[in-house]
C-alpha cells in the first residue's frame, strides 16, 4: 500500500532562515505528490504539487519542492522563513487511480 | 471567487443528539469529499461522492452517513454523536482526473458535550 512519511512533527526555524520539511513516499510507480499547508482552524490550502513535467515545482509564497525519484521524496523548502509561515504542512500522495493519502503532518514554528 | 463553503464553521452539540453539516461549491466539481481530522493528526477519509455514485471508506463507522442532493451541495449527518467524534470536519472537491487539486473548504468545528 501507498504510504507517505513525514520526518519530523515539529520544525522550529528562526525567521530568515532556511525551511526544510521532508516529504518521502512509497510507491515503484511515481504518484502524483502534493503539499498542503493548514492555518489553525482553518482547511487545507494547495502549496504545490508535482504534474512529472519538472522535477523542480514552485508553489505559492516562495515555496518550492523538488521530487527525486531515486530517493522517492518531495521536500518542501523556502529560503528565507516568515513569521506568517507558522502552520502545520501536510505531504499527500495519490497514487494513479487512487484516493488522497496524508502524511501525519509537520507543525512548523518561526521564531523572532 | 469559486470555493468550497462550509456552514456552520462552529457546531456544538450533545452527546447523542443528532448533528448536520453542511458544504457547498462553486467550482462545478465532480466530486466531493468529507474528512475528519482529530487534533495534531492528519484528515482521514471518511467516504466521497462521484457525482452520485456514493463510495464508503471500509472503516467509516454506520454512525455517519451523507446526502448529496445536486452537484453544488453536500452534507454530513452524523446520527448519534459521541464524546469521539468531536472533530475539525472537511470538506473538499476535486475534478474527475488523477493529478486534480482537492480543494478544501475551512472546516467545521464541532463539539460535543
Known amino acids: 500500500a501507498q504510504s507517505v512519511t513525514q520526518l519530523g512533527s515539529h520544525v522550529s526555524v528562526s525567521e530568515g532562515a532556511l525551511v526544510l520539511l521532508r516529504c518521502n513516499y512509497s510507491?515503484?510507480?511515481?504518484?502524483?505528490l502534493f503539499w498542503y499547508v493548514q492555518y489553525p482552524n482553518q482547511g487545507l490550502q494547495l502549496l504545490l504539487k508535482?504534474?512529472?513535467?519538472?522535477?523542480l515545482v514552485k508553489g505559492i509564497n516562495g515555496f518550492e519542492a523538488e521530487f527525486k525519484k531515486s530517493e522517492t521524496s518531495f521536500h518542501l523548502t523556502k529560503p528565507s522563513a516568515h513569521m506568517s509561515d507558522a502552520a502545520e504542512y501536510f505531504c499527500a500522495v495519490r497514487p494513479q487511480g487512487g484516493k488522497l493519502i496524508f502524511g501525519q503532518g509537520t507543525e512548523l514554528s518561526v521564531k523572532p | 471567487d469559486a470555493m468550497v463553503i462550509q456552514n456552520p464553521r462552529y457546531q456544538v452539540t450533545q452527546f447523542g443528539k443528532p448533528v448536520t453539516l453542511s458544504c457547498s461549491q462553486t467550482l462545478n466539481h465532480n466530486v466531493m469529499y468529507w474528512y475528519q481530522q482529530k487534533s495534531s493528526q492528519a484528515p482521514k477519509l471518511l467516504f466521497h461522492y462521484y457525482d452520485k455514485d456514493f463510495n464508503n471508506e471500509a472503516d467509516t463507522p454506520d454512525n455517519f452517513q451523507s446526502r448529496r442532493p445536486n452537484t453544488s451541495f453536500c452534507f454530513l449527518d452524523i446520527r448519534s454523536p459521541g464524546l469521539g467524534d468531536a472533530a475539525m470536519y472537511l470538506c473538499?472537491?476535486?475534478?474527475?482526473?488523477?493529478?486534480?487539486?482537492?480543494?478544501f473548504g475551512p472546516g467545521t468545528r464541532l463539539t460535543v458535550l
Open positions: 510507491s515503484s510507480v511515481p504518484p502524483y
Open positions: 508535482y504534474t512529472s513535467a519538472a522535477t
Open positions: 473538499a472537491t476535486s475534478g474527475i482526473q488523477g493529478l486534480d487539486t482537492q480543494y
